[in-house]
């Protein structure tokens, strides 16, 4: 009988390890990349209609549910306003958001997905066909389950003369003296910017002092670094890119909160 009691208690913590194994297993990230699919809806979208920005977030061919954030940024080619709207959920690791368009014309969408700590971004052109409502700008009205703009900035923000778009994600909140992981996406001809010498350099409003903090590619075409800012207050983050001719910055506005 006690042999029999042994054997069962062996048993029992074998399964016990093999099961608590698994889970470990199961609780590991994965190391291969969130992919993302782009569609439009209409596919020939009119001037004063309803668009929906749609893309399918998958990993190894899963959906993705909890990605961290999902966003469209859309403008009209040659003008520099961009307008920047959030994505919501829908099911299987589809993301939505609406946006009406009043002028037609020529346009760019980018989309940005950060899930799993990776960030996708591709940028579509997209045509607005029809008689367009408004011939002063693009001005989106606001319809019913619409996404509103979370803000609007020009396209200086993204395409320089080097032909780079940066794409710069610091954490939120940012918080006065506590260790602040900086991340920059850099993309050329629709293509991760990969292998170049990216570094950022940091300053408090008009201090003379600067900061320079040399940045490592975690992902092709992303570039992090982690910085401490000693003090609330208004920052200035300046992002420096170099590759063969290739010698480009641009800067970005960091709020900093109290501890």
Known sequence: MKRYLFSLLVLLAAMTAACGHNHQEAALPSADPVAADFAILPKEPAAGKPITFSV???????????????????????????????????????????QTIDEAGSYFVYYHVTARDFHNMQKVA??????????????????????????EHEAAEHAHASGVDFHFMPPTPVLAGQPTPLMV???????????????????????????FVEAREEQPGQYSAEANLPAAGS???????????IHDHKSFPLAVQPK
Do not use: C
């Not at 920052?235 to 001719?245: F, L, N, Q, S």
């Open 56 to 98: 399918k977030v998958t990993q190894n061919g899963e959906p993705v549910n909890d990605a961290k954030e999902v966003k469209f940024e859309w403008w009209k080619d040659g003008q520099e306003q961009h307008v920047t709207i959030p994505a919501s959920l829908q099911k299987d690791g589809v993301y939505t958001a609406r």
């Open 126 to 151: 997209f045509t607005v066909g029809g008689q367009s409502a408004s011939s002063a700008s693009p001005a989106h009205a606001q319809h019913p389950g619409e996404a509103t703009a979370e803000h």
């Open 185 to 211: 996406h850099l993309m050329k001809d629709n293509a991760s910017f990969t292998k170049a010498a990216v570094r950022f350099e940091i300053w408090q409003g008009s201090a003379a002092e600067h900061t």
């Open 235 to 245: 920052y200035t983050v300046k992002v420096h890119v170099e590759k063969g001719e």
